[in-house]
């Protein structure tokens, strides 16, 4: 079978017979990259074999996701979480994901036109992967929902043309998915900084009764694919490449903001699949950074009047806090803020009056006030 981007046959493989052969080594997914050895030594061939699996698992649904099992139930999925149950899974559903163009071709009737699910009609489960209502058997296991990772409960609609995602929380108040609406009000506040997925708010049924969630556009298209952080880096690695130094050197200012702002919102959960970057289907090259998104962790401590200031930052996997981190890359922003419309946003927020005053301390111990 291939690995395909798009229309593009780029890699071949047969895990039984432990063949793997690329063909387009500048198109490959960046975890792939590099990463294929071109010997034909036993070592280098069950070290090739052991990284397509491992790819082809990462792609899939974790079960300790939010409503998972059901998820799993209701396409008849094993509900093993082992590499080889994720890597059949994969297969099955040929790997389509909303993120990125790769796709699984097992023979020639399969088309990206046939399966590509940003531009085709989806199944609409989100009662089930959202709400956690009982599974009914589906039989198209095409679908967004086994390749969305992330660990809170969420489900993929089409609201009139476009694809929105739909996320929510079991804390007490969904307190969670108020606080990323809120952070994305407060985001922007800012500007001549990365560029941020907008969140709006509703009230939807779920299992656990009605619930507050998150809404936000889809922000992949056809023209490029979202490559999730830690693949660059370990690419970068594998390249003795400085990841850090070549993100600054290459985008500046947008990139140094990633930090800073996650400070003054207090995210603790820009881990390494939580930013990335956007690559070129046609070129395999990435051009621009990844608009942030996912900030259901932020401005959490600060509603639990907690100070997480000295959190660990997992945006590099370093023993850095959040606070030290912002304080090293500020000198590479050129971060506005705009206090009038931070004024507004409170006004419209007055429950979280305290949350406002914390994120305006740290804006001024940065020194962007």
Same mark, same amino acid.
């Given at each position: 079978?291939?690995?395909?981007?798009?229309?593009?046959?780029?890699?071949?493989?047969?895990?039984?017979?432990?063949?793997?052969?690329?063909i387009?080594?500048?198109?490959?997914?960046?975890?792939?990259?590099? #990463?294929?050895?071109?010997?034909?030594g036993?070592?280098?061939?069950?070290?090739?074999?052991?990284?397509?699996?491992s790819?082809?698992?990462?792609?899939?649904?974790?079960?300790?996701?939010?409503?998972?099992k059901?998820?799993?139930?209701?396409?008849?999925?094993?509900?093993?979480?082992?590499?080889e149950?994720?890597?059949?899974?994969?297969?099955?559903?040929k790997g389509?994901?909303?993120?990125?163009?790769y796709?699984?071709?097992?023979?020639?009737?399969?088309?990206?036109?046939?399966?590509?699910?940003?531009?085709?009609?989806?199944?609409?489960?989100?009662?089930?992967?959202?709400?956690?209502?009982?599974?009914?058997?589906?039989?198209?296991?095409?679908?967004?929902?086994?390749?969305?990772?992330?660990?809170?409960?969420?489900?993929?609609?089409?609201l009139?043309?476009?694809?929105?995602?739909?996320?929510?929380?079991?804390?007490?108040?969904c307190?969670?998915?108020?606080?990323?609406?809120?952070?994305?009000?407060?985001?922007e506040?800012?500007?001549?900084?990365?560029?941020?997925?907008?969140?709006?708010?509703?009230?939807?049924?779920?299992?656990?009764g009605?619930a507050?969630?998150?809404?936000?556009?889809n922000?992949?298209?056809e023209?490029?694919?979202?490559?999730?952080?830690?693949?660059?880096?370990?690419?970068c690695r594998?390249?003795?490449?400085?990841?850090?130094?070549?993100?600054?050197?290459?985008?500046?200012?947008?990139f140094?903001?990633?930090?800073?702002?996650?400070?003054?919102?207090?995210?603790?959960d820009?881990?390494?699949?939580?930013?990335?970057?956007?690559?070129n289907?046609?070129t395999?090259?990435?051009?621009?950074?990844?608009?942030?998104?996912?900030? #259901?962790?932020?401005?959490?401590?600060?509603?639990?009047?907690?100070?997480?200031?000295?959190?660990l930052?997992q945006?590099? #996997?370093?023993?850095?806090?959040?606070?030290?981190?912002?304080?090293?890359?500020?000198?590479y922003?050129?971060?506005?803020?705009d206090?009038?419309?931070?004024?507004?946003?409170?006004?419209?927020?007055?429950?979280?009056?305290?949350?406002?005053?914390?994120?305006?301390?740290?804006?001024?111990?940065?020194?962007?006030?």
């Amino acid at each position: 079978m291939f690995l395909m981007l798009k229309n593009v046959k780029i890699l071949y493989f047969d895990l039984l017979d432990f063949i793997v052969e690329v063909i387009r080594e500048d198109l490959l997914p960046f975890y792939l990259r590099s #990463n294929i050895k071109k010997s034909s030594g036993m070592k280098d061939i069950l070290h090739n074999v052991q990284t397509i699996k491992s790819y082809l698992s990462s792609r899939m649904l974790s079960l300790s996701r939010d409503n998972a099992k059901q998820i799993y139930a209701a396409f008849q999925i094993p509900q093993v979480d082992s590499t080889e149950n994720r890597v059949n899974v994969c297969i099955k559903c040929k790997g389509v994901s909303i993120q990125d163009s790769y796709w699984i071709q097992e023979d020639d009737e399969d088309e990206w036109s046939k399966i590509n699910i940003r531009q085709n009609t989806l199944k609409d489960i989100i009662d089930l992967s959202l709400g956690g209502f009982s599974p009914t058997i589906t039989t198209s296991i095409i679908c967004p929902e086994l390749t969305t990772k992330g660990l809170f409960r969420k489900g993929w609609v089409y609201l009139g043309d476009s694809l929105y995602l739909l996320k929510s929380d079991k804390t007490n108040g969904c307190v969670n998915t108020k606080m990323e609406v809120l952070s994305s009000e407060i985001l922007e506040c800012f500007s001549d900084t990365i560029e941020h997925v907008t969140y709006v708010s509703d009230i939807k049924n779920t299992m656990d009764g009605v619930a507050h969630v998150s809404i936000c556009k889809n922000f992949v298209g056809e023209e490029y694919s979202f490559v999730e952080a830690w693949e660059v880096m370990d690419y970068c690695r594998r390249l003795n490449i400085d990841f850090r130094k070549k993100c600054i050197e290459e985008w500046g200012a947008k990139f140094a903001s990633i930090p800073v702002l996650d400070y003054i919102i207090i995210n603790t959960d820009r881990h390494t699949q939580n930013y990335g970057f956007m690559m070129n289907n046609d070129t395999g090259k990435i051009e621009h950074l990844a608009p942030l998104f996912d900030f #259901n962790c932020a401005l959490v401590a600060d509603y639990f009047k907690n100070d997480a200031r000295d959190t660990l930052s997992q945006m590099f #996997n370093t023993k850095e806090t959040l606070r030290e981190l912002a304080f090293q890359y500020q000198k590479y922003t050129n971060i506005k803020f705009d206090e009038h419309k931070f004024i507004k946003v409170l006004k419209g927020n007055e429950e979280y009056r305290y949350i406002f005053e914390q994120v305006y301390g740290r804006i001024q111990e940065l020194g962007i006030v």
